[in-house]
Protein backbone atom coordinates (compact mmCIF):
# COMPACT_ATOMS: atom_id res chain seq x y z
CA UNK A 1 0.00 0.00 0.00
CA UNK A 2 1.05 3.76 -0.78
CA UNK A 3 2.43 5.96 2.07
CA UNK A 4 -0.50 8.42 1.15
CA UNK A 5 -2.79 5.06 1.56
CA UNK A 6 -2.49 4.63 5.45
CA UNK A 7 -1.21 7.57 7.63
CA UNK A 8 -2.78 7.45 11.07
CA UNK A 9 -5.56 5.68 11.56
CA UNK A 10 -5.36 6.02 15.28
CA UNK A 11 -6.16 9.82 15.12
CA UNK A 12 -9.19 8.97 12.41
CA UNK A 13 -10.62 6.82 15.32
CA UNK A 14 -10.11 9.60 18.25
CA UNK A 15 -11.43 12.33 15.81
CA UNK A 16 -14.95 9.64 15.36
CA UNK A 17 -15.02 8.91 18.57
CA UNK A 18 -14.74 12.61 20.01
CA UNK A 19 -17.87 12.91 17.79
CA UNK A 20 -19.77 9.91 18.69
CA UNK A 21 -18.88 10.82 22.36
CA UNK A 22 -20.27 14.44 22.19
CA UNK A 23 -23.40 12.88 19.95
CA UNK A 24 -22.60 15.59 17.06
CA UNK A 25 -25.03 14.64 14.17
CA UNK A 26 -23.27 14.01 10.88
CA UNK A 27 -24.14 16.03 7.61
CA UNK A 28 -24.34 13.53 4.37
CA UNK A 29 -21.76 12.37 2.62
CA UNK A 30 -20.56 13.81 -0.32
CA UNK A 31 -20.16 11.30 -3.32
CA UNK A 32 -16.46 10.17 -3.16
CA UNK A 33 -16.04 11.54 -6.55
CA UNK A 34 -17.19 15.11 -5.70
CA UNK A 35 -14.89 17.57 -4.28
CA UNK A 36 -16.45 19.34 -1.30
CA UNK A 37 -19.39 21.44 -1.97
CA UNK A 38 -21.50 23.96 -0.25
CA UNK A 39 -24.05 21.21 1.11
CA UNK A 40 -27.72 22.14 2.84
CA UNK A 41 -27.02 22.72 5.85
CA UNK A 42 -28.24 19.50 8.26
CA UNK A 43 -26.68 20.24 11.70
CA UNK A 44 -28.38 20.58 14.71
CA UNK A 45 -26.06 23.44 15.56
CA UNK A 46 -24.11 25.82 13.44
CA UNK A 47 -23.23 25.28 10.13
CA UNK A 48 -21.70 22.89 7.20
CA UNK A 49 -18.36 23.71 6.55
CA UNK A 50 -15.38 21.06 5.72
CA UNK A 51 -12.81 19.81 7.47
CA UNK A 52 -9.61 19.08 5.91
CA UNK A 53 -6.65 17.31 7.41
CA UNK A 54 -3.49 17.22 5.45
CA UNK A 55 -0.36 14.35 6.78
CA UNK A 56 3.08 15.19 6.48
CA UNK A 57 5.82 13.19 6.59
CA UNK A 58 9.29 14.84 8.23
CA UNK A 59 12.05 12.32 6.99
CA UNK A 60 13.52 13.15 3.58
CA UNK A 61 14.39 10.19 0.89
CA UNK A 62 18.19 10.92 2.09
CA UNK A 63 18.07 10.35 5.90
CA UNK A 64 17.64 13.80 7.02
CA UNK A 65 14.45 14.55 8.94
CA UNK A 66 12.67 17.77 8.17
CA UNK A 67 13.92 20.46 11.24
CA UNK A 68 10.86 21.98 13.44
CA UNK A 69 12.28 24.90 12.65
CA UNK A 70 11.84 24.58 9.20
CA UNK A 71 8.48 23.04 9.66
CA UNK A 72 7.07 26.33 11.32
CA UNK A 73 8.86 28.69 8.84
CA UNK A 74 6.63 26.37 6.49
CA UNK A 75 3.62 27.16 8.73
CA UNK A 76 3.98 30.86 9.28
CA UNK A 77 4.78 31.97 5.78
CA UNK A 78 2.86 29.30 3.44
CA UNK A 79 0.05 28.07 5.61
CA UNK A 80 -1.10 30.88 7.51
CA UNK A 81 -1.03 33.27 4.82
CA UNK A 82 -3.73 31.18 3.09
CA UNK A 83 -5.81 29.80 6.26
CA UNK A 84 -5.68 33.38 8.47
CA UNK A 85 -8.68 32.37 10.34
CA UNK A 86 -6.92 29.18 12.38
CA UNK A 87 -5.53 26.21 12.14
CA UNK A 88 -4.54 23.13 14.10
CA UNK A 89 -1.29 21.11 14.18
CA UNK A 90 -0.60 17.43 15.68
CA UNK A 91 2.44 15.51 16.22
CA UNK A 92 1.84 12.14 14.49
CA UNK A 93 3.62 9.06 13.90
CA UNK A 94 2.54 7.41 10.72
CA UNK A 95 3.48 4.24 8.83
CA UNK A 96 2.74 2.45 5.63
CA UNK A 97 3.85 -0.47 3.76
CA UNK A 98 6.28 0.65 0.73
CA UNK A 99 6.44 -1.01 -2.62
CA UNK A 100 9.13 -3.09 -1.26
CA UNK A 101 7.17 -5.24 1.22
CA UNK A 102 9.07 -3.13 4.04
CA UNK A 103 6.78 -1.60 6.91
CA UNK A 104 8.02 2.40 7.17
CA UNK A 105 7.63 4.51 9.84
CA UNK A 106 8.19 8.06 10.31
CA UNK A 107 7.19 10.86 12.46
CA UNK A 108 4.59 13.52 10.89
CA UNK A 109 2.56 16.92 11.45
CA UNK A 110 -1.17 16.29 10.89
CA UNK A 111 -2.44 20.13 9.95
CA UNK A 112 -6.71 20.28 10.28
CA UNK A 113 -8.03 23.03 8.34
CA UNK A 114 -11.93 24.30 8.81
CA UNK A 115 -12.68 26.32 6.16
CA UNK A 116 -15.90 26.85 3.59
CA UNK A 117 -16.13 25.06 0.68
CA UNK A 118 -15.41 26.63 -2.19
CA UNK A 119 -13.02 26.94 -5.27
CA UNK A 120 -10.47 29.22 -3.71
CA UNK A 121 -10.39 27.18 -0.94
CA UNK A 122 -9.39 24.25 -2.62
CA UNK A 123 -7.43 25.88 -4.61
CA UNK A 124 -4.86 26.80 -1.23
CA UNK A 125 -4.68 23.84 -0.57
CA UNK A 126 -3.42 22.15 -3.68
CA UNK A 127 -0.73 24.88 -3.40
CA UNK A 128 0.28 23.94 0.38
CA UNK A 129 0.76 20.31 -0.95
CA UNK A 130 2.82 21.07 -3.80
CA UNK A 131 4.96 23.75 -1.91
CA UNK A 132 5.73 20.87 0.71
CA UNK A 133 6.11 17.94 -1.55
CA UNK A 134 8.69 20.39 -3.93
CA UNK A 135 10.38 21.75 -0.88
CA UNK A 136 10.95 18.81 1.39
CA UNK A 137 11.57 16.52 -1.52
CA UNK A 138 8.08 14.28 -0.12
CA UNK A 139 6.22 11.52 -2.57
CA UNK A 140 3.31 13.08 -1.23
CA UNK A 141 0.99 14.43 1.23
CA UNK A 142 -2.18 12.86 2.19
CA UNK A 143 -5.21 14.84 2.28
CA UNK A 144 -8.63 13.93 3.95
CA UNK A 145 -11.75 15.92 3.52
CA UNK A 146 -15.34 15.62 5.70
CA UNK A 147 -18.03 17.76 6.02
CA UNK A 148 -18.69 18.75 9.44
CA UNK A 149 -20.89 20.67 11.65
CA UNK A 150 -19.51 23.86 13.36
CA UNK A 151 -20.61 26.48 15.95
CA UNK A 152 -18.68 28.87 18.02
Not at 13 to 19: H, I, K, N, S, T
Not at 93 to 111: F, T
Not at 117 to 140: C, G, W
Request: proline share 5%.
Amino acid sequence: MKKQMIYSLAMAALLAGCQQAHNVPHPAPLPPTVAPAVVKNTCAHGTVQVQTTLWFGLSRPHGSNITEKAWQAFIDHDVTPRFKDGLSVYNAKGQWLGDDGRLARENSKALMLIHSADKENDQKIEQLRQIYKQRFEQESVMRVDNNVCVDF
